[in-house]
């Protein structure tokens, strides 16, 4: 949970729990080294290898088996808590089959020992952890965002953080910023924009649409933050990767990249319905249907909905949303699979619209004020996309990707926004915006994955060409209305809209050939060495005036990295990376603005013990964006690109499971500030919103070993220190929030109820008030009230 306070004294608690996180005393540990070693297991009947597949990939072990030794045999299941070996014992009763236990920690499946002596193992042939396929717990040990690769974290030389889908379940996350809350380094706006759409800053840069640092499944998604919001329902995971990454991606915020995994056909059947009540009149309908369509398994589905109708804490201002997704993978054999994918929509809300710190901080705005008209005020988005995966393994050392999305976006946007108050009076002027937005993108990734040599030196080279095709079209208009009272409110005015079109019409085309090389040496160590080329053409339709600027730019950005793998589970690692992104508009001699450039140094070292679920990392580094704009001492009406962005700061972060006790917890300390401008009044200003200190935990204990089956329950705290607030000379105060959650298994009650659960989740549990200021321009809204939901789910 959080811990909820404002004064100084609640931080040193924060920190406390993030400590403790990083040093649980031995003597607990201890108490429950036995229990600790079983897991529960619900596993339904069905064929052998899909069932100890899905035991192997639930208690995180690597087995390998011949496919055809198991062929038409069945399982019963199994239902219980068990150590990985008597988990194994119980599925292969009375097949003459056994799991053996291999050196590196893994499983091999073998005949069983008769009294003659052991027989030969069956061949060697398995499947490990996915970073797409579904993952009990809350802590992975592998990631593809960061190499594009499917790489164990502990391999990576750069800061990677992921949030799996039973976090996003356990926290009840309704946004991708609240996916994010117990990651370090990430900073989000207010609930109540976050919502509506993704918006958040990684290490003090902003990461929003595709083009700053928005992926699916790998690649760029929509082409405007204003699109829309990603349902974290759809989704097996968030990877976060910290720090410049345009090798890989091409044009991005130096911040990083969010890579969000769309759910996926699983090979065994998953069934899941669930139903919600919650504050603000919330209801809500969630069905998830997974399984195999042929006995084969050659063909496989997925489909994902759910339907939501919700008030909010402030008048007028909706939460509705419809959404469906279906999936369908096509695996002819060992080597091929076609995985398409899609996803539909519609979201019905209105835009909280943003007010100056002034009026927001000292709380002259009540918390509950709609500062629009419900009769105009709107937020009506459609979003739909398409595409597909297609993976085939030319030979054993050679294997071909190929990925395609279409994405379109149509989203009618009105609002009111805040104008002048006379504190006097509570009268307050509104300006009034009209927009539609409308947004089409193909994105598309080709590579081809080469691994060579063998023993103590192996290379793993990627050599890929993608492309990003977009177009995002803003139809903007401005009006007049007549004011309100803030404190008496009466809606039913007409807003009058102007008809001069402000908006513009921007089309991107974005094309990259990357190579990289991952180089291990007598598996201890691995460098990490990479180099893109990208082309980038633009084009900018001012309706205003009807002119139409037109950009081209091209960059070279390279990659290195070296990781030291210790025996006894540590990895200390030193990365560079660099990353751009194209500028529009000319200087005074009317020369395009060359795209802004940043490198980054970065060392770090993780800890992960082998066979524990135990994940410890820590990271130091520099970022320093240059090229960036600045006013022209010359011609103050134009800017020249003499502009200095510096962020530097570090992370901690670590995930355990200890038998019952899951836990997470993170820290991050963020100095992002100005440090070249012409305006001497900006050198040295932090960004906007990105505080120094911000920290998290999040723990959840299985009360079962103590009596209480079927009991789970988890608490969380986020700190976020004072941040300073655009153009202010002063910083809004921190806040620590309180999170919870409470479940229970109905099957403890009726074996009738079996696969019956009953949660609630709490966020801001204390209700505790504050105000968020992260917009660049310094606009501020309140923070989320307290939100309580419960939530009655059925899986088969």
Not at 128 to 135: G, K, N, R, Y
Request: proline letters at 5%.
């Amino acid at each position: 949970m959080k811990t909820v306070s404002r004064s100084p004294s609640r931080l040193s608690l924060a920190r406390l729990a993030v400590t403790a996180a990083f040093a649980m005393p031995v003597a607990a540990l201890q108490a429950q080294v036995v229990d600790a070693q079983r897991q529960a297991y619900d596993l339904p009947s069905g064929p052998l290898g899909r069932t100890l597949n899905s035991f192997a990939r639930q208690a995180g072990v690597l087995l390998s088996f011949d496919p055809a030794v198991i062929r038409d045999r069945q399982s019963p299941g199994l239902n219980g808590r068990y150590t990985v070996d008597e988990g194994f014992s119980a599925l292969l009763a009375g097949s003459s089959l056994q799991a053996v236990k291999n050196p590196d920690g893994g499983y091999t499946l073998a005949n069983a020992t008769p009294a003659g002596g052991p027989l030969p193992q069956v061949t060697v042939s398995g499947t490990q952890e996915s970073p797409t396929a579904p993952l009990s717990g809350l802590v992975a040990r592998r990631a593809s965002s960061a190499m594009k690769t499917d790489t164990p974290l502990r391999e990576t030389p750069q800061s990677v953080s992921v949030a799996t889908a039973d976090q996003i379940e356990a926290t009840k996350a309704m946004s991708l910023a609240e996916v994010l809350d117990y990651t370090p380094g990430v900073v989000s706006q207010a609930s109540s924009f976050t919502r509506m759409v993704d918006d958040v800053r990684v290490r003090g840069f902003n990461l929003a649409n595709a083009n700053t640092g928005m992926l699916r499944d790998g690649m760029k998604y929509q082409p405007s933050v204003y699109d829309s919001s990603q349902e974290p329902y759809g989704l097996e995971r968030v990877e976060v990767l910290r720090g410049a990454a345009s090798v890989l991606y091409g044009q991005l915020s130096p911040g990083g990249v969010i890579n969000s995994v769309s759910k996926r056909p699983t090979s065994e059947p998953y069934h899941e319905i669930s139903a919600d009540i919650g504050s603000y009149q919330r209801r809500q309908l969630a069905g998830d249907f997974s399984g195999p369509l042929d006995e084969q398994g050659i063909w496989s589905y997925r489909l994902t909905a759910l339907v939501r109708q919700s008030d909010t804490s402030i008048n007028h201002i909706d939460d509705d949303k419809t959404y469906i997704a279906p999936a369908l993978t096509w695996r002819p054999s060992a080597r091929t699979s076609l995985t398409l994918l899609a996803n539909y929509q519609h979201m019905r809300t209105r835009f909280v619209a943003p007010a100056s710190a002034a009026v927001m901080v000292p709380g002259t705005i009540p918390r509950s004020f709609f500062v629009g008209e419900p009769g105009y005020d709107r937020y009506d988005s459609e979003v739909y996309s398409m595409g597909y995966l297609f993976e085939h393994e030319i030979s054993d050392q050679v294997k071909l990707r190929h990925n395609l999305r279409y994405f379109n976006g149509d989203a009618q946007f009105n609002y009111l926004s805040y104008g002048t108050l006379n504190t006097a009076t509570g009268n307050l002027t509104r300006g009034v915006v009209n927009r539609r937005e409308l947004s089409q993108g193909i994105s598309t990734d080709t590579s081809l994955e080469v691994n060579l040599g063998s023993g103590a030196l192996r290379h793993k080279i990627l050599v890929g060409v993608d492309y990003f095709d977009s177009s995002y079209d803003s139809r903007r208009y401005s009006g007049t209305v007549a004011a309100i009272n803030l404190y008496n409110p009466v809606y039913g005015a007409t807003p009058v809209i102007s008809t001069s079109n402000i908006g513009s019409k921007t089309a991107t085309n974005q094309l990259g050939f990357y190579l990289q090389d991952q180089v291990k040496l007598a598996d201890k160590w691995v460098w990490l060495i990479g180099g893109r080329q990208d082309w980038v053409d633009s084009s900018v339709l001012a309706y205003s005036s009807n002119r139409l600027t037109a950009q081209r730019d091209s960059a070279f950005t390279g990659r290195t990295g070296l990781v030291y793998l210790a025996d006894n589970g540590l990895a200390p690692y030193a990365s560079f990376g660099q990353s751009f992104a194209p500028q529009a508009g000319t200087d005074r001699q009317g020369n395009s603005f060359k795209p802004t450039r940043s490198d980054q140094y970065e060392v770090g070292l993780r800890y992960q013990p082998e066979g524990s679920k135990t994940l410890l990392s820590a990271a130091l580094y520099q970022i320093t964006q240059t090229n960036g704009l600045t006013v022209d001492p010359v011609d103050t009406t134009y800017s020249v690109q003499t502009g200095e962005l510096r962020s530097r700061g570090v992370e901690l972060e670590a995930r355990s499971s200890f038998g019952r006790l899951e836990m997470i917890a993170n820290y991050a300390y963020t100095d992002a500030r100005t440090t070249k401008s012409n305006t001497a009044s900006e050198i040295g200003q932090r960004v906007s919103g990105v505080p120094y200190h911000t920290a998290s935990t999040w723990a959840q204990y299985d009360f079962g070993g103590v009596g209480l089956a079927g009991l789970k329950a988890g608490v969380g705290a986020r700190y976020q220190g004072a941040a300073p607030v655009a153009g202010l000379n002063y910083q809004i105060a921190g806040r620590t929030l309180v999170d919870a959650m409470l479940s229970y298994d109905l099957a403890e009650l009726s074996s009738s109820l079996r696969g019956v659960l009953l949660k609630v989740n709490a966020k801001n549990l204390f209700n505790r008030d504050y105000v968020v200021c992260v917009a660049a321009t310094g606009g501020c809204r309140y923070g989320e009230e307290r939100n309580v939901v419960a939530t009655l789910s059925y899986r088969w």
